[in-house]
């Protein structure tokens, strides 16, 4: 299956954006969703998840509160919404799919992940 990100931009701090992540080529039935992110110079970190299994989600506790992640199966995609955005949310977002159900801890490992999609770039001003 391949991912594609969109809604990446440029947004003032204390803004929103809503991020997709398309599924083509397959479906997301079964299929567990990451979001991560990677910052200049950063190592690259989870931001979110949400579980094949229950619907189970999970965040980085920088953005518990402020970004929310949901999925439509019959749509193939994956959203992340992003409120009250901070400089410290710039990154390049990336989404990624795992097989099979995971866990609110297992969802934080990225080599769970098979499929990655190609990133939006987020740029949050001051």
């Known amino acids: 299956v391949q991912l594609v990100e969109s809604g990446g931009g440029l947004v003032q701090a204390g803004g929103s954006l809503r991020l997709a992540c398309a599924a083509s080529?397959?479906?997301?039935?079964?299929?567990?969703m990451g979001w991560f992110r990677r910052a200049a110079g950063k190592e690259r970190e989870f931001v979110a998840g949400i579980s094949w299994l229950r619907g189970a989600t999970g965040y980085r506790d920088s953005v518990k509160g402020r970004f929310t992640v949901s999925r439509d199966n019959a749509k193939s995609t994956v959203y992340l919404e992003m409120n009250s955005l901070k400089p410290e949310d710039t990154a390049r977002y990336y989404c990624?799919?795992?097989?099979?159900?995971?866990?609110?801890?297992?969802?934080?490992?990225?080599?769970?992940?098979?499929?990655w999609g190609q990133g939006t770039q987020v740029t949050v001003s001051s």
């Open positions: 080529g397959g479906t997301l039935i079964n299929k567990s």
């Open positions: 990624a799919a795992a097989t099979g159900a995971t866990t609110v801890q297992s969802m934080r490992d990225w080599r769970l992940y098979v499929n």
